[in-house]
């Protein structure tokens, strides 16, 4: 069974930065797949945030987190990241990774098949 587990999430005030990370039990090789971020709003559905490939690390970014948020794999610890920069209280959700079992895959939450805990992130003064 895969797990991931989220961390990073936290309150922070508009403007602010944070850096969530994404680690895979022991046994499951990150590097193999593409890696996708979302989150999920109160009352709203889930929506993709970033996803980042296996086969040559491109990535990809909803309109609304272009050129604030970065999304990178160290596969030496077998982690993804997503660096969060320049916060809005509309980017307040729960944050979760998630894995598709193929090397590309886009930000449609039907292309991943197994997902993490989720963090709270939380943008206020």
């Known amino acids: 069974q895969v797990q991931l587990v989220e961390s990073g999430g936290g309150l922070v005030q508009p403007g602010g930065s944070l850096r969530l990370s994404c680690a895979a039990s022991?046994?499951?090789?990150?590097?193999?797949?593409?890696i996708g971020w979302f989150r999920q709003a109160p009352g709203k559905w889930r929506e993709g945030v970033s996803c980042?490939?296996?086969?040559?690390?491109?990535?990809y970014y909803a309109d609304s987190v272009k050129g604030r948020f970065t999304i990178s794999r160290d596969n030496a610890k077998n982690t993804v990241y997503l660096q969060m920069n320049s916060l809005k209280p509309e980017d307040t959700a729960v944050y979760y990774c998630?894995?598709?079992?193929?090397?590309?895959?886009?930000?449609?939450?039907?292309?991943?098949?197994?997902w993490g805990q989720g963090t709270q992130v939380t943008v206020s003064s």
């Open positions: 998630a894995v598709s079992r193929t090397v590309v895959a886009g930000l449609t939450r039907y292309e991943y098949d197994y």
């Open positions: 022991s046994g499951f090789t990150l590097d193999y797949y593409a």
């Open positions: 980042i490939s296996s086969s040559d690390g491109s990535t």
